[in-house]
């Protein structure tokens, strides 16, 4: 199963299609957005951001990078693929968007175990990929190391991506916008959502806050135009080895931002750490 790169996409200023050029995009409109030398675009209007460099830094992206790289998440990785290429068709091609890709590893694992899948001689689809993230320094990382997808900085309220022409759309503890989801998926196209179960790093959790919020209801809420599909539960150990891989691990999720000022030196302090994952897949099919 080869991986290309994904050419649906859409001009965020007036919604007409982009073409792409040897060095720009470009819709009918004459709107031209230039394809960075890492061969990302810049999609991100001055209107749609919220501050003047929004998303994760430089330093939350290095972070998440050298954790994600050490394969403390790989089960996480390797079910969202096996979900994404379980109804894969014989040709043609399967286009897949992760919505807040970061620096990409959730992609790069995904063309990984598809360049594992053959088909039928000759007929074998491709799956073409995007990823889009609010935070020009994550898509410029995940540029850097996959060249085959296409990287748009963007946001996913907005998204810069032409109506029903994607087949799956990733969301993985990221922030989903469900009308934009429904609205670029294909019919009987998949929303798979990666997100936080109740115990997902209570051992941290548990250091860095004086005590811990109950587990938010509502969560079989099915939102308007989807069907829910057969989920699953996904929960393991990782063990954690001296004070960089700890480190990363918090300034990559929200509670770096949320710890008190103590709860962040306890964190600091520690030189090895046993967690619990526990997070949920969630599959939504566009009806």
């Not at 290095?62 to 994404?84: D, K, M, N, Q, T």
């Not at 057969?230 to 931002?257: C, K, V, Y």
């Amino acid at each position: 199963m080869s991986t290309t790169s994904f050419e649906a996409l859409a001009c965020p200023l007036d919604g007409n299609v982009l073409h792409k050029g040897v060095s720009t995009w470009c819709c009918a409109a004459g709107h031209s957005f230039d394809i960075a030398r890492q061969g990302y675009v810049h999609l991100l209007p001055v209107q749609n951001k919220r501050s003047g460099d929004p998303g994760d830094s430089k330093a939350m992206v290095s972070a998440r990078r050298r954790f994600l790289e050490a394969g403390h998440y790989r089960p996480i990785a390797e079910a969202v693929a096996s979900a994404v290429l379980a109804e894969v068709p014989g040709e043609g091609t399967l286009c897949c968007l992760d919505a807040g890709c970061g620096e990409g590893y959730y992609l790069r694992k995904l063309a990984d175990v598809a360049s594992g899948i053959e088909g039928a001689p000759g007929k074998a689809p491709a799956l073409a990929l995007l990823g889009v993230d609010i935070s020009k320094w994550a898509v410029l990382a995940a540029a850097k190391r996959q060249g085959s997808a296409t990287w748009v900085v963007g946001t996913n309220a907005h998204l810069p991506v032409q109506t029903s022409c994607v087949d799956r759309v990733l969301c993985l503890f990221g922030f989903p916008v469900y009308a934009e989801f429904a609205r670029v998926l294909k019919p009987g196209g998949e929303l798979l959502m990666v997100e936080a179960g109740p115990d997902h790093l209570r051992e941290l959790r548990e250091i860095i806050y004086p005590s811990l919020k109950p587990p938010r209801e509502g969560g079989e809420i099915v939102p308007e135009g989807f069907a829910r599909r057969l989920g699953e539960t996904l929960r393991f150990a990782i063990e954690l080895e001296g004070a960089e891989p700890i480190a990363d691990l918090l300034a990559m999720t929200p509670h770096l931002h949320r710890a008190s000022a103590e709860g962040r030196e306890k964190a600091a302090a520690l030189t090895s750490l046993a967690l619990t994952v526990d997070v949920r897949l969630t599959r939504l099919v566009r009806e």
